[in-house]
C-alpha cells in the first residue's frame, strides 16, 4: 500500500529564503507525482506535475525534482514571498485503469514579511 | 468558466439526514473522483468514476452513493448523516486514467464543506 510522507508538518521561514519542501513515497512504482497548493477554505491548485521517466519540472520560481528509486521528490521555492504562504501537497500517481491519486498530509508554509 | 465546480459550497444539517453534493466538469475529462478531507486535513480518494463507470470504490459506508449521469457530472449522496461525516468534499477531474496518451493531471474543485449537527 503507497505511503506518502511530508516532514516537517509546518514551516515558518523570513521573506525572501529560498527553501525546500521534502516529499517521501514507500512504493516506487508510480506513473507521475503531483504537487498541489492549497489556500485556506479552497481547493487545490495543481502546481508541478512530473512524470515517472522525467527527474524535474519547472514553473516560474518553482522546481520540483523527483528520485523514483530512492522514494522521494523535492520542491524548491525560489526567494519566497508572503503570497506563497499555503499548505503544500505531494500526491503519487499508482498504475492502471484503477489508479489512483495518494496523498500526503501536507506541509503548511508562513512566509513572513 | 470555472473547470470543476461543486455545488453547495456549504451545507449545515442535522444527523440522519439525507444530502447530495453535485459536481460539473466543463474539461471535457472522462474520469472524475470524490475525495474527503477529514479535520486534519488528510486528503483520500472515496470513489472514481471514468465514462460514467465505477473504476474506484474504496472502503466507504455503503450510506455514500456516487452517481455518474454523464461524463461531466459526478455527485455524491448521503444517506443518514452521522457526526463522522463532517469534512470538506473534493471533487476532482483529469483526462482519463494514465496512459501514454495523457498525464493524469487531477483537477480539484473549491470543495463542499458538510457540517452535521
Known amino acids: 500500500k503507497q505511503e506518502v510522507t511530508q516532514i516537517p508538518a509546518a514551516l515558518s521561514v523570513p521573506e525572501g529564503e529560498n527553501l525546500v519542501l521534502n516529499c517521501s513515497f514507500t512504493d516506487s512504482a508510480i506513473y507521475n507525482l503531483q504537487w498541489f497548493r492549497q489556500d485556506p477554505g479552497k481547493g487545490l491548485t495543481s502546481l508541478l506535475l512530473i512524470q515517472s521517466s522525467q527527474r524535474e519540472q519547472t514553473s516560474g520560481r518553482l522546481n520540483a525534482s523527483l528520485d523514483k528509486s530512492s522514494g522521494r521528490s523535492t520542491l524548491y521555492i525560489a526567494a519566497s514571498q508572503p503570497g506563497d504562504s499555503a499548505t503544500y501537497l505531494c500526491?503519487?500517481?499508482?498504475?492502471?485503469?484503477?489508479?489512483?491519486?495518494?496523498f500526503g498530509k501536507g506541509i503548511t508554509l508562513s512566509v513572513r514579511p | 468558466d470555472t473547470a470543476v465546480s461543486q455545488t453547495p459550497k456549504y451545507l449545515v444539517t442535522q444527523m440522519g439526514n439525507d444530502k447530495s453534493i453535485k459536481c460539473e466538469q466543463n474539461l471535457g475529462h472522462d474520469t472524475m473522483y470524490w475525495y474527503k478531507q477529514d479535520s486534519k486535513k488528510f486528503l483520500k480518494i472515496m470513489f472514481s468514476y471514468n465514462n460514467k463507470e465505477l473504476i474506484i470504490n474504496e472502503t466507504v459506508p455503503n450510506r455514500f452513493s456516487p452517481k455518474s449521469p454523464d461524463k461531466a457530472h459526478l455527485n455524491l449522496h448521503i444517506n443518514s448523516l452521522e457526526l463522522g461525516d463532517s469534512a470538506v468534499y473534493f471533487c476532482?477531474?483529469?483526462?482519463?486514467?494514465?496512459?501514454?496518451?495523457?498525464?493524469?493531471?487531477?483537477?480539484f474543485g473549491e470543495g463542499s464543506r458538510l457540517t452535521v449537527l
Open positions: 500526491a503519487v500517481r499508482s498504475y492502471g485503469a484503477n489508479s489512483k491519486l495518494t
Open positions: 476532482a477531474s483529469s483526462q482519463g486514467p494514465p496512459s501514454g496518451r495523457n498525464t493524469g493531471e487531477l483537477f
